[in-house]
């Protein structure tokens, strides 16, 4: 299920819905649904999207660069370092570069000039009170500043940078689907009504969706009353 979230309005909306076989990865049903969504409302524009550690994989980044959409996604503990990101620069796992004594440098917006992702120094920034390295390390007041080019990887070095406060915001919507599952199954009792064959399911769920989205709209007609 593809679902989306309205911050302003603080409701949570079903957008596509697809049953799919068990037996096919999550990382597939995730593309399949994304691609029907996109052709039945090319209206519609996709900007994000939010994906667990199981579409961690090349293949969807790629395709989302294709596709123009930013995609949030958790990434898989069990990948290594990519050998496209030169020896001489340190990076936590999540691609973010470690200054000499081993911080998190912060991120610095992205350079046109250098078409480069630049990052500076935490202490400079004040992120950090104090450092092992001040003396030998860069001796600016701005800090050493260190610069990623997001055509190293296209898994690390994604459009928001993994660790900043957008990618948080914008990731924390993920719990938008898990939040309307919980409305179809519990609040909707789909699990209570009985049924069988997935042409059942199907058909019921698609019911709830639209009572789903009826319930939006009495909700903001509400509060404009107000």
């Known amino acids: 299920m593809l679902c989306s979230h309205n911050a302003e309005a603080r409701v949570d909306l079903p957008l596509h819905i697809r ?7 999550d990382s597939v049903s995730a593309i399949v649904s994304l691609r029907e969504f996109r052709a039945i409302n090319p209206d519609i524009p996709v900007r994000d999207v939010c994906l667990d550690s199981a579409h961690d994989n090349y293949a ?3 395709l989302c660069q294709k596709w123009k959409i930013r995609p949030f996604i958790d990434l898989n503990s069990n990948r290594g370092r990519p050998d496209s990101i030169p020896d001489s620069i340190s990076i936590d796992e999540d ?5 000499m004594a081993g911080f998190r440098m912060v991120n610095w917006g992205y350079c046109k000039q250098k078409h480069s992702r630049k990052w500076r120094c935490p202490l400079a920034c004040g992120k950090v009170g104090s450092c092992p390295c001040k003396e030998k390390c860069s001796p600016s007041p701005y800090g050493r500043c260190v610069y990623t080019k997001p055509d190293w990887d296209i ?12 990618y948080k915001e914008i990731y924390n919507n993920r719990t938008s689907c898990e939040r309307v599952n919980n409305r179809v199954l519990n609040d909707y009792h789909l699990h209570d009504m009985g049924i069988h064959t997935r042409k059942r399911y199907s058909f019921f769920t698609m019911i709830i969706c639209v009572c789903i989205h009826l319930d939006a709209r009495l909700k903001k007609r509400t509060k404009l009353k107000s």
């Open 155 to 166: 898994r690390l070095y994604t459009p928001v940078p993994r660790g900043t406060e957008e």
């Open 95 to 99: 691609g973010t570069p470690l200054c």
């Open 19 to 25: 049953f799919l076989d068990a037996r096919r990865h």
């Open 60 to 62: 969807t980044y790629g």
